[in-house]
């Protein structure tokens, strides 16, 4: 049985830094494609960053740019998202997820089969 949870989440000031963390058990997902996404209240969930299976590519939202990094320990089956500079804006709940199929690619929510049981942050201005 698959499972992945988050941890790391929490109130911070603006600007601010979090450190999220998903352990993955139940399967070995060295070949997935890993994401963050989050989904602040009545809002729907949106993609926030990936990194590929080989850590060779990633992405970000335009809104998180140069203020968040992904990463991964593929040896402790692990996805991290680092959150400087956080803002009010940043407040969701925020969810790991992991790829249907292994050495693909994408950012959409359709492409992720796992999915974490999210995290709160929250940002105070």
């Known amino acids: 049985q698959v499972q992945l949870v988050e941890s790391g989440g929490g109130l911070v000031q603006a600007g601010g830094s979090l450190r999220l963390s998903c352990a993955a058990s139940g399967r070995t997902f060295s070949t997935y494609t890993m994401a963050w996404f989050r989904q602040a209240p009545g809002k729907e969930r949106e993609s926030v960053a990936a990194?590929?299976?080989?850590?060779?590519?990633?992405y970000y939202a335009d809104s998180v740019k140069g203020r968040f990094t992904i990463s991964r320990d593929n040896a402790k089956n692990t996805v991290y998202l680092q959150m400087n500079s956080l803002k009010p804006e940043d407040t969701a709940v925020y969810y790991c997820a992991v790829q249907r199929f292994p050495y693909g690619w994408g950012t959409g929510r359709s492409d992720y089969e796992y999915w974490g049981q999210g995290t709160q942050v929250t940002v105070s201005s």
């Open positions: 990194i590929s299976w080989s850590e060779g590519r990633t």
